[in-house]
T-cell receptor, first 113, second 116 residues
Framework: GQQLNQSPQSMFIQEGEDVSMNCTSSSIFNTWLWYKQDPGEGPVLLIALYKAGELTSNGRLTAQFGITRKDSFLNISASIPSDVGIYFC?????????????WGLGTSLGVNP | DTEVTQTPKHLVMGMTNKKSLKCEQHMGHRAMYWYKQKAKKPPELMFVYSYEKLSINESVPSRFSPECPNSSLLNLHLHALQPEDSALYLC???????????????FGEGSWLTVV
């Protein structure tokens, strides 16, 4: 079945450093979504991407929809302690009632103040 | 802040109890979802309601029974659960427009369920 390969699985960085994570697949997606989840909370949408090649920023976060539609990356610049959490990518296949959201396994981010 | 509100935040129930999880959204979204999430894993889809009709049931056991009283509300009725059903239950919604952006999913904060 379809699956997303999200990497790295975990990373621990110093405050102020930049971070990059990505998701790849053999499937072609029509949407890429990036979520952040804090312990005990629901996933919060960070960035949504709808077009191949699209590059979108949200504050210190930047994400891109790969030109092949099979991958996406998320960059965080100048990390701060509140960036700690699990980041999930999710790619959408199909449309209407046939649509399906496929999830990566998450990237756990730790930030050392 | 999320505009999908879930109650209760925490629930402990015995295996013979009947309880319900509740979800409300006021974004005018016409699709609502229930997901189950285990620790450090991605959410797993359980049910999808589209325009108040059940459109997807991901082979969920009948001890979980969803209900959509109106376009803003979604319930999950729980009965005779097992300890392995303990998890974070997430409600979500999307616009359900005929566009990719209309299918972007927004989550609530979740209800932590412990079955003892």
């Amino acid at each position: 079945g379809q699956q997303l390969n999200q990497s790295p699985q975990s990373m621990f960085i110093q405050e102020g450093e930049d971070v990059s994570m990505n998701c790849t697949s053999s499937s072609i997606f029509n949407t890429w979504l990036w979520y952040k989840q804090d312990p005990g909370e629901g996933p919060v949408l960070l960035i949504a991407l709808y077009k191949a090649g699209e590059l979108t920023s949200n504050g210190r976060l930047t994400a891109q929809f790969g030109i092949t539609r099979k991958d996406s990356f998320l960059n965080i610049s100048a990390s701060i302690p509140s960036d700690v959490g699990i980041y999930f990518c999710a790619g959408q296949l199909g449309t209407g009632n046939n649509r399906k959201l496929i999830w990566g396994l998450g990237t756990s981010l730790g930030v050392n103040p | 802040d999320t505009e999908v509100t879930q109650t209760p935040k925490h629930l402990v129930m015995g295996m013979t109890n009947k309880k319900s999880l509740k979800c409300e959204q006021h974004m005018g979204h016409r699709a609502m979802y229930w997901y189950k999430q285990k620790a450090k894993k991605p959410p797993e889809l359980m049910f999808v309601y589209s325009y108040e009709k059940l459109s997807i049931n991901e082979s969920v056991p009948s001890r979980f029974s969803p209900e959509c009283p109106n376009s803003s509300l979604l319930n999950l009725h729980l009965h005779a659960l097992q300890p392995e059903d303990s998890a974070l239950y997430l409600c979500a919604s999307s616009q359900e427009r005929d566009s990719y952006s209309g299918n972007t999913i927004y989550f609530g904060e979740g209800s932590w369920l412990t079955v003892v």
